[in-house]
């Protein structure tokens, strides 16, 4: 037996391949997003990282009609000013037809709307955030990726309140139909 034969037999095991294994998959793929995306692509001019766009593209596009429902929390500020946010990055990218300023957000006891008629549904290209409880805070904004408010992202949105008391927090239910 050759030594490059012994040394391999007696040095590597299973766990060891397995795991050269899965760092070769994963380097092959930055490899592949950078050849995909290189240097002279707008997104690289744009300052995007070419793995971000990679994942980006290959994210599913919310049919017409479905409904994504999804659950917030946000606290942890000890003070009574300032701020509490959440970031929330939806499985399904929203298609391109969406208004991104359908988005409504109804605090615990407001009525159901023709909008937003309840928990778990949303009209059709509408996103609706369903407060479930919340203490200390009063709703800020709600932004998509340029700061615009009250709006919605097609990969997610940003939510902030003002902190107006201790032991601040927010938490419920937000749902986003499709047009």
Request: proline share 5%.
């Amino acid at each position: 037996m050759s030594r490059m034969k012994r040394f391999f037999k007696e040095s590597l095991s299973p766990t060891m391949a397995v795991a050269i294994l899965a760092l070769v998959v994963a380097t092959g793929g930055t490899g592949y997003a950078a050849a995909r995306f290189g240097n002279d692509s707008a997104a690289s001019k744009q300052g995007i990282a070419s793995a971000q766009l990679a994942g980006a593209a290959a994210q599913p596009v919310l049919r017409s009609g479905k409904t994504m429902v999804g659950y917030y929390a946000a606290g942890g500020s000890d003070g009574t000013t300032g701020y509490i946010g959440e970031g929330i990055t939806f499985p399904a990218k929203l298609p391109a037809g969406f208004n991104n300023n359908h988005v409504q957000y109804l605090a615990q006891g407001d009525p159901f709307t023709t909008r937003c008629p309840g928990p778990g549904s949303a009209k059709r290209g509408w996103m609706c955030f369903y407060e479930g409880q919340s203490s200390g805070v009063d709703l800020c904004c709600i932004y998509d990726q340029s700061y615009n408010s009250p709006a919605v992202a097609n990969y997610g949105v940003r939510i902030y309140w003002s902190v107006n008391g201790s032991s601040s927090y927010a938490d419920g239910q937000w749902v986003v139909r499709a047009p």
